[in-house]
């Protein structure tokens, strides 16, 4: 008999819905893709002139840096951040560069989550959490945001935690609570009472926080972007993960971040150490530069954190609007650039699409949008756990950082689809 060749924490993972959605989206030229979260605009100016200087000056930036950042990177991220979180960062205790904020999550995991931990996540929540929990031998434990009656529907912040249900999820073999704040994909902001909640629970139950803040300067409206980490006693048992692909419109450059307390942070040092060693120089020298311009004209009007909101909320805002009009319900985003729409109306008007029997109706959906309006969504059910997908198989998400052409194209193709609505 043949050896088995997977390791055993792979089985269940081998099928991943975003290899079937590019695939659908490739295979549909005509298709406009709003669905998965990239610019398709340029960086800013700024960002493409320090990648080419980064390519094109110094040829040791050619070579290996330190294993644990490029330290102008390093220094910057540990200034910068150190005065939003409130905390004196040494560029060498507490931070550590990674191969995206994908590379910082499971690096963290991998750091600190023994065989048979549980790990609590919030739904809905980045489809990689679960894995990455599962990979790492933990015990992913979920608790849903759930619509309050009380708030706004149209808004996210309508979203929220069940305090009574929250606590029952922590036990004593609770090692992680993941925060996502914006989340992905609902664009949710959560209220620092949401914070003190999930905070207060953390310190009672001696359990370490994975905070992803990849979207913090994408905010809207009044909303305000608030670290737990700033919280009391929270820095201690907090790593804050970033990414400079959200920050600066760069996704492709792959690199992220982790900031946290020295006697954890070392324990991540030890994995990367071992598996990734170290990310490529020329990029880290390249976000060095982008932070070093930033942090001269931090909170003024030429500012890239505060014009690429104000852009982003316009887009935000266009989307919301032409969705509306052929009948999708929108639940307005207070952050990230992800816009998840109610299609509630739709199921009940014909819910029965092509599919198998036991597919959620948000991914019958899309595939049918897809085939037969040319637009590109992503099932939200795909960012909930297993039994819980079919109770939120009515949501779909569109991405709405795109180019004005790609926002006038899904114009033109709803536009079709609302004169087609009025023969039904």
Request: glycine content about 6%; hydrophobic content about 40%; overall charge neutral.
């Amino acid at each position: 008999m043949a050896k088995r060749l997977q390791a055993r924490r792979l089985e269940g993972m081998e099928h991943n819905p975003w290899v079937e959605y590019v695939k659908l989206a490739n295979e549909h030229k005509d298709a406009v893709n709003l669905g998965q979260g990239f610019p398709n605009f340029p960086p800013p100016d700024f960002a493409v002139e320090a990648f080419q200087q980064a390519v094109s000056g110094d040829y040791m930036l050619n070579q290996y840096t330190m294993a644990f950042g490029y330290p102008p990177l390093t220094k910057i991220l540990a200034s910068f951040f150190g005065k939003l979180l409130g905390q004196e960062l040494d560029p060498l205790a507490n931070v550590l560069v990674t191969v995206g904020a994908y590379g910082a999550l499971f690096t963290a995991f991998q750091a600190l989550v023994d065989e048979g931990d549980e790990v609590i996540i919030i739904e809905p929540f980045f489809d990689c959490y679960e894995p990455m929990t599962l990979m790492a031998g933990g015990r992913p434990v979920f608790v849903s945001l759930k619509q309050s009656p009380n708030q706004d529907l149209d808004s996210s912040s309508s979203w929220q935690l069940d305090a009574t249900e929250l606590a029952s999820k922590f036990t004593p073999r609770t090692k992680v609570l993941v925060l996502n704040t914006p989340n992905n994909p609902l664009g949710k902001v959560f209220s620092k009472v949401e914070l003190e909640l999930v905070a207060s629970l953390c310190r009672q139950h001696d359990v370490l926080c994975i905070s992803d803040e990849v979207y913090q300067w994408l905010v809207y409206d009044t909303n305000q972007h608030i670290s737990i980490a700033t919280l009391p006693g929270m820095w201690d048992r907090t790593l804050t993960i970033g990414s400079a692909g959200k920050t600066f419109s760069v996704t492709g450059w792959k690199v992220g971040w982790v900031l946290g307390p020295e006697n954890i942070m070392k324990h991540l040092r030890t994995v990367h150490q071992n598996s990734i060693y170290h990310c490529p120089t020329q990029a880290q020298a390249a976000v060095a530069q982008c932070f070093e311009q930033e942090r001269e004209i931090f909170g003024q009007s030429s500012s890239y954190f505060v014009q690429l909101p104000q852009a982003m909320q316009r887009k935000r805002d266009h989307m919301i609007r032409s969705l509306r009009s052929v009948g999708f319900k929108p639940v307005a985003p207070q952050g990230s650039y992800f816009l998840t729409v109610d299609i509630s109306d739709f199921k009940s008007k014909m819910p029965d699409l092509p599919g198998a029997a036991h597919e959620p109706y948000d991914r019958r959906f899309t595939k049918w949008m897809i085939k037969n309006k040319g637009l590109v969504a992503i099932p939200v059910s795909i960012f909930y756990s297993g039994p819980h997908q079919k109770d939120f198989d009515h949501y779909i998400r569109f991405c709405f950082v795109k180019e004005e052409a790609t926002l006038q194209a899904m114009d033109e193709k709803l536009q079709k689809w609302k004169a087609e609505l009025k023969s039904w």
